[in-house]
């Protein structure tokens, strides 16, 4: 199959269009994401075009001329690689691949894929990361994509094999989707019979933009020792650890992989079982980085991919980390008021994180519940089990057995009570 992987130190120019709602300087910040998407895959950014556009051209996103002009920039500045903030159509990148020759040609979500192609490690991670690329991959076959191609490596537009060729691969693709499909159902099953036994505690996704801090702050809650790089995507598959905020408040939390801007669809919902711990959460901590610019912007983002798997009706808890970069008292005040109920914290430094699990705490508390339990005293276990997880506020010793009433989270006492019927 064809190697998606941007070649180390590959020199790239970069292209944003200004459309629509869009303005110059949101381009530029989108651009500036672009870069450190770009860097992150290992290319080497040597320059930037922007272009205001009325209307999107079907057949270059940008009109004829200018497709010709940049073209010709990334050729005169020794660009191996062209990379766009917009997602192009198969038909357009089908275009520039004929007008570009060997200038390789890919867009956003091209981009995305290969950096996730590059950090996957777990079987599950490049399954599904191989899925959503094959899915991208295929209505972009063209005959461009040969086999020469894929022994130099990289995506590009060398010279063709003819129609044929294609269609074989086209089957081939096709055969390797349905192999992969069964296989990600065969993972999902066994993470079902795994998430069974987590069904009675309180569990909390940590939810965010990539390099927002998740890890870290995963990290410094549960002393676990995840991942974390300045880099984006550097978590893709989901950790869980047991946090135990006091006695009676323990919670199962979750690390799962981030979001950016146009996440690519078929990405989404191949990683459908990894944000599996995400849709069944009881809480989400959205994880906002608060020295970024661009916050608001993330926080519907997040919101956004959370509505395309389901969990956008989700309880929420806003967490803005990095406060030790927020020096401007008026950025400052600016989020507090924009974010109004959210905890600010620093995860590296570990600041205000009691506040943080003091919100977890109350947030439960609502899903607590009081009840009275009779308990015979053949039950020494059950007996036992519910002084250790629930909190216990009276307690008789009558000729029958114990009679307590205890309070704590409905899913335990669900399970208490289903114990003794
Ligand atoms: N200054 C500062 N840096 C932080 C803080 N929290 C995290 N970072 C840094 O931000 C970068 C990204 O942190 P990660 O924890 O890997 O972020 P993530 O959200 O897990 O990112 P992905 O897994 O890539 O989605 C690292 O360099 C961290 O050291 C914080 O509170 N303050
Ligand atoms: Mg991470």
Same mark, same amino acid.
């Given at each position: 199959?064809?190697?998606?992987?941007?070649?180390?130190?590959?020199?790239?120019?970069?292209?944003?269009?200004?459309?629509?709602?869009?303005?110059?300087?949101?381009?530029?910040?989108?651009?500036?994401?672009?870069?450190?998407?770009?860097?992150?895959?290992?290319?080497?950014?040597?320059?930037?075009?922007?272009q205001k556009l009325n209307r999107l051209n079907p057949q270059f996103l940008v009109g004829k001329g200018k497709a010709e002009q940049i073209v010709g920039q990334a050729k005169e500045l020794n660009a191996q690689l062209i990379i766009f903030d917009d997602?192009?159509?198969?038909?357009?990148?089908?275009?520039?691949?004929?007008?570009?020759?060997?200038?390789?040609?890919?867009?956003?979500?091209?981009?995305?894929?290969?950096?996730?192609?590059?950090?996957?490690?777990?079987?599950?991670?490049?399954?599904?990361?191989?899925?959503?690329?094959?899915?991208?991959?295929?209505?972009?076959?063209?005959?461009?994509?040969?086999?020469?191609?894929?022994?130099?490596?990289?995506?590009?537009?060398?010279?063709?094999?003819?129609?044929?060729?294609?269609?074989?691969?086209?089957?081939?693709?096709?055969?390797?989707?349905?192999?992969l499909k069964k296989e990600l159902k065969k993972i999902e099953n066994e993470r079902e019979t795994q998430s069974k036994g987590r069904q009675n505690f309180f569990r909390v996704a940590l939810v965010g933009y990539t390099n927002a801090g998740k890890s870290?702050?995963?990290?410094?809650?549960?002393?676990?020792?995840?991942?974390?790089?300045?880099?984006?995507?550097?978590?893709?598959?989901?950790?869980?650890?047991?946090?135990?905020?006091?006695?009676?408040?323990?919670? %199962?939390?979750? &690390?799962?992989?981030? $979001?950016? !801007?146009?996440?690519?669809?078929?990405?989404? =919902?191949?990683?459908? #079982?990894? /944000?599996?711990?995400?849709?069944?959460?009881?809480?989400?901590?959205?994880?906002?980085?608060?020295?970024?610019?661009?916050?608001?912007?993330?926080?519907?983002?997040?919101?956004?991919?959370?509505?395309?798997?389901?969990?956008?009706?989700?309880?929420?808890?806003?967490?803005?980390?990095?406060?030790? %970069?927020?020096? &401007?008292?008026?950025? $400052?005040? !600016?989020?507090?008021?924009?974010?109004?109920? =959210?905890?600010?914290? #620093?995860? /590296?430094?570990?600041?205000?994180?009691?506040?943080?699990?003091?919100?977890?705490?109350?947030?439960?508390?609502?899903?607590?519940?009081?009840?009275?339990?009779?308990?015979?005293?053949?039950?020494?276990?059950?007996?036992?089990?519910?002084?250790?997880?629930?909190?216990?506020?009276?307690?008789?010793?009558?000729?029958?057995?114990?009679?307590?009433?205890?309070?704590?989270?409905?899913?335990?006492?669900?399970?208490?009570?289903?114990?003794?019927?």
């Amino acid at each position: 199959m064809e190697r998606l992987e941007i070649d180390h130190q590959e020199n790239a120019l970069l292209v944003g269009v200004i459309h629509g709602d869009i303005d110059e300087a949101t381009a530029y910040e989108h651009l500036d994401e672009l870069e450190l998407l770009a860097n992150t895959a290992g290319a080497n950014i040597i320059g930037r075009v922007t272009q205001k556009l009325n209307r999107l051209n079907p057949q270059f996103l940008v009109g004829k001329g200018k497709a010709e002009q940049i073209v010709g920039q990334a050729k005169e500045l020794n660009a191996q690689l062209i990379i766009f903030d917009d997602d192009l159509s198969p038909a357009q990148v089908k275009n520039f691949m004929n007008l570009a020759e060997d200038t390789k040609i890919i867009d956003r979500s091209g981009l995305i894929l290969d950096i996730f192609r590059q950090h996957a490690r777990s079987r599950e991670a490049k399954t599904q990361v191989e899925l959503a690329h094959l899915e991208y991959l295929l209505p972009r076959l063209t005959k461009q994509w040969t086999h020469l191609e894929r022994q130099m490596g990289g995506i590009g537009t060398r010279a063709g094999m003819g129609e044929t060729q294609i269609e074989i691969d086209r089957r081939l693709i096709r055969t390797r989707i349905s192999k992969l499909k069964k296989e990600l159902k065969k993972i999902e099953n066994e993470r079902e019979t795994q998430s069974k036994g987590r069904q009675n505690f309180f569990r909390v996704a940590l939810v965010g933009y990539t390099n927002a801090g998740k890890s870290t702050l995963m990290n410094s809650l549960s002393g676990a020792d995840v991942y974390i790089e300045d880099q984006l995507f550097a978590t893709l598959d989901t950790t869980i650890r047991q946090v135990d905020i006091n006695e009676s408040h323990q919670i %199962l939390l979750s &690390d799962t992989v981030g $979001f950016v !801007r146009k996440l690519p669809h078929n990405l989404v =919902a191949s990683f459908r #079982s990894t /944000l599996k711990e995400v849709v069944e959460a009881d809480l989400l901590l959205i994880v906002l980085d608060a020295s970024s610019s661009q916050v608001v912007d993330h926080y519907k983002t997040i919101n956004e991919v959370l509505k395309e798997i389901d969990a956008g009706e989700k309880r929420q808890l806003i967490v803005l980390n990095k406060i030790d %970069l927020v020096e &401007d008292e008026q950025i $400052f005040s !600016r989020l507090k008021k924009y974010f109004n109920k =959210a905890i600010l914290v #620093s995860a /590296l430094n570990k600041l205000r994180l009691d506040e943080l699990l003091k919100g977890i705490q109350n947030i439960m508390d609502e899903g607590f519940q009081t009840v009275e339990l009779n308990i015979p005293y053949t039950e020494g276990k059950i007996i036992s089990e519910i002084q250790v997880d629930l909190e216990v506020l009276e307690k008789d010793y009558t000729d029958e057995g114990v009679r307590m009433t205890v309070k704590g989270p409905k899913s335990k006492i669900r399970k208490i009570l289903g114990q003794l019927s």
